[in-house]
């Protein structure tokens, strides 16, 4: 079970709620425009990686609903911070990932379904991992709530 210093990190700003992180609406911006921009030019080999990454941008925002509701529910944070893992390198720092295959693409064009895959293989993996996390933090906080439920009627006389 999630201890309570995770749940009173939240309890610190008024609404309970953690502000919306700048770099994820960037991230989504520098890393859909390259994309579109590039499936408009030369739609025949770019079109398909373009809706790849269109995808995975898409399963992310929803990922950051779910992670965000399960946040609000349980009050436990569901963000990932500090994990040394690949998949999970741009956490909410997709500008990085939106830049480079931008820089990388503009350079050299015929890279670009190359970089857009790769990019939407790490968005959509991250999205998973953060939709797994949520689950796992549901899971846990329900079963918290009927061990405690267990206790408290097996304690009525």
């Not at 025949?44 to 950051?64: E, K």
């Not at 529910?73 to 939106?98: C, K, Q, Y």
């Amino acid at each position: 079970m999630p201890n309570a210093s995770h749940r009173s990190a939240l309890r610190g700003s008024p609404s309970g709620r953690l502000p919306l992180l700048p770099g994820t609406a960037l991230g989504a911006v520098l890393t859909l425009a390259p994309a579109l921009l590039f499936a408009w030019r030369d739609p025949v080999p770019n079109r398909w990686p373009a809706l790849a990454l269109v995808l995975a941008l898409v399963l992310d925002a929803a990922a950051r609903i779910a992670a965000r509701a399960v946040r609000q529910r349980t009050g436990v944070e569901t963000e990932f911070r500090g994990l040394p893992s690949p998949m999970l390198a741009l956490g909410n720092a997709t500008w990085i990932g939106g830049a480079i295959m931008a820089v990388g693409a503009g350079l050299r064009p015929d890279l670009f379904p190359l970089l857009a895959c790769a990019l939407a293989g790490l968005v959509a993996m991250g999205a998973l991992a953060r939709i797994a996390l949520a689950r796992m933090v549901i899971v846990i906080d329900a079963a918290a709530r009927a061990e405690a439920e267990a206790k408290a009627e097996g304690t009525r006389p």
